[in-house]
Every structure is written in C-alpha cells, then in structure tokens.
C-alpha cells in the first residue's frame, strides 16, 4: 500500500523510501505533536496579544503585556510569592537531598528500611498528601506542633500566618525529597572507594573528602535537580489553592503563586488572553534562570 503511494509520489530511491518509511512510522507523533502541543502554543502565543474570553477575539496588541507590568495589582504579588518559594526551596531540596543520601550511603543496620522510608514520602502525592499536611500544621492540634511543644518551642500558625505559609510549604516539600534522593544514592555507590582511600591517606578529613571528592562526582545529577527544580518552583500551584482553601490566596496574599493568578485570569475571570500572557512571560523567565543556570554550570559541574 504505501509502496504504490510512493510510486505515485516519485519517490523510487532507496534512501528517499528509507525516509518516507520512518516519517510514516512517526506520523502518529507528529500529528500528535502538533495538535495536542505545538498547535495550542502557537494559539496561546497569538492570543496573548488579543482579548479572547474564549467566545471571542479582538486584537489588542501589547495590551495585556502592559496591562501585566503597569495595571495588574496582583502580578507583582503572585511573582514575588512565587520567587520567594523558590529561592528558599529549590537550595534546601537540593541539599537536603544531597545530605540525606550521603547518610544513607552509610552501611548501618536497617539501612534498606531507612531508605524505603525515606523514599515513600516521594511517590505520595496528590490532593490527599495537601490535606495530611494541613492536619499536621494546625496550630492546635497538628504534630507538628505538639513536637515542637515538647522541645520549648512556640510553634507558629502555619497555614494562617502570611509569614509562615510558604515555610509550611518548604517543610511539605522537605518531607518528599526522596526522589532527589534516590538519584544521588545511586551515583554514591558508584563512586570508586579508592578516591576516598587515598584521601585519608593524604590526612584528609570527612568535610574535605565531602567537597573534594563528592559534590564534584555528585554534580551532573546535582545540575540536573537544579533545572528541574527551577522549572516545578515557578509551577507551584496546587498547593497554593488548596491550602488557601477557595484559590484566593489567602491569608493576605500569601499563597497567591503565579500560576494561581492565571488559573484565576483564565477560569474564573474567563479572561484567557491575559492568561496566555502571563503564561508567556513565566515561560521566558524560566528560559531565561534554565540558561543561565546551564552557563553557569560549566564552572563548577564535573563529567570526568
């Protein structure tokens, strides 16, 4: 069958038909590709420069663009909120993954229960975990609390607190490291004992062998949680509505993340133009720290 459509086509070399072969064998993709992803970006691009409340278009140029900079009152908020989190949360994920996985590349007993342990938070996720959590951080009755009860500490009102939301937030996310975890457990153990051998026969000590040997073998996958790290911080979203309890992000703003705004814009305000606006924008300011953060690492990320 396709070798009469080829014939048709003119198609008669054997590396032309090589070729159409494998374009036939990927058509599937491709017609994926480009109705299910390219074709809704080229959409959302074209109207982020219109009024569209998904009845209708009208071109209003850079409007929504200067809209978003000069008139909307909430996007300075939603991006602050939103770089706030991931300043604080994409180091301590990083290095608490780092630290965790060196202790548990320890032979100790139990070692294969701790892990597990350690790993579970990880593969736990959805609406379910947000609600355990905002159980654990009631100021009343969460654990939380009461374990930092026990140890003299006044625990804060976590989820009520404008200044303590996003660290409630962090610590929800310092529970399920374990997936960074795992990925630097596995290049640990395959980090030859002999580079640390020799170390300690040069007199160096546990910190040095830690910053010498370690986190240089350790950082292509420490790059590669970094990137990952900056493109989920600037999507955080479920946590934001589901904490704030109605999508406002209350209490007084705090919860009030970037993409919270525009899923506000879009499906409650019906305002899908300026919706594909913002979305754009964070588009090029996670391209922008993704790029940099690839630049940068040539300084100090080692593949040898």
């Not at 905002?134 to 404008?162: F, K, R, V, Y």
């Not at 409650?268 to 979305?279: E, P, Q, R, S, V």
């Not at 940099?292 to 990320?301: A, E, F, G, P, T």
Request: charged fraction near 15%.
């Amino acid at each position: 069958m396709f070798g009469k459509l080829l014939d048709l086509l003119g198609v008669k070399t054997r590396k032309g038909r090589e070729n159409a072969y494998g374009y036939i064998f990927i058509l599937p993709w491709l017609i994926g590709f480009l109705g299910l992803t390219a074709g809704p970006m080229i959409f959302s691009l074209v109207t982020s420069f219109a009024d569209y409340n998904m009845l209708k278009i009208d071109f209003i140029g850079l409007g929504n663009y200067e809209r978003m900079f000069f008139k909307d009152q909430l996007f300075f908020k939603a991006l602050g909120n939103t770089l706030f989190y991931a300043v604080l949360n994409i180091p301590l994920v990083t290095a608490g993954g780092v630290i965790v996985a060196v202790i548990l590349n320890k032979s100790v007993f139990g070692l294969r229960t701790f892990r597990t342990i350690y790993y579970l938070p990880s593969i736990m996720v959805g609406v379910g975990t947000y609600f355990l959590w905002m159980l654990m951080l009631d100021p009343s009755t969460g654990i939380i609390n009461a374990a930092l009860d026990l140890i003299g500490i006044d625990g804060p009102a976590w989820l009520s607190d404008p200044n303590w939301t996003k660290p409630a937030i962090i610590v929800m996310h310092l529970w399920g490291l374990g997936g960074q975890m795992l990925l630097y457990l596995a290049r640990l153990q395959s980090i030859p004992q002999d580079y640390y051998e020799a170390a300690s026969l040069d007199g160096a000590s546990a910190w040095q062998k830690f910053r010498k040997i370690t986190v240089p073998l350790l950082s292509p996958i420490i790059f590669y949680n970094l990137t990952i790290g900056i493109i989920g911080a600037f999507q955080v979203f479920q946590e934001g509505y589901i904490f704030s309890g109605d999508g406002t992000g209350k209490p007084a703003g705090s919860l009030l993340f970037y993409n919270l705004h525009v899923w506000n814009q879009a499906f409650k305000n019906f305002d899908t133009g300026y919706a594909n606006a913002l979305c754009w924008f964070l588009f090029a300011v996670v391209m922008l720290l993704t790029v940099i953060n690839n630049r940068v690492s040539k300084k100090w990320v080692h593949y040898d």
